[in-house]
């Protein structure tokens, strides 16, 4: 059992910085590929970003290559998720999951889920 915990949202102006941050809790998510997905108001949950186990690959959405960036600290047993260049259509809830296998753009492929933090981009 890996227990996520998401940090670092809350509202900010558009063209400004957050970075977000996933921990696992009580365990070790080494072996795990983590994803971060976000869900807006009214829409489904979509994909955002992707790293595998070492850092070694990483994916991302359309909509936020350039701007966003995944990385992970295996020894602090945390995933980032550094967004630049904030837009209002960023606003969404941020979730971070982990998938034992290799990773996915697809979240019933994932295992473990936190609950999730909110990022607001005032216009």
């Known amino acids: 059992q890996v227990q996520l915990v998401e940090s670092g949202g809350g509202l900010v102006q558009a063209g400004g910085s957050l970075r977000l941050s996933c921990a696992a809790v009580?365990?070790?998510?080494?072996?795990?590929?983590i994803g971060w997905f976000r869900q807006a108001p009214g829409k489904e949950r979509e994909f955002v970003a992707q790293i595998s186990w070492n850092g070694g690959s990483t994916y991302y959405a359309d909509s936020v290559k350039g701007r966003f960036t995944i990385s992970r600290d295996n020894a602090k047993n945390t995933v980032y998720l550094q967004m630049n260049t904030l837009k209002p259509e960023d606003t969404a809830v941020y979730y971070c999951a982990a998938d034992q296998n290799s990773g996915s753009y697809y979240e019933d492929e994932y295992d473990y889920w936190g609950q999730g933090t909110q990022v607001t981009v005032s216009s």
């Open positions: 009580g365990s070790t998510f080494i072996s795990f590929a």
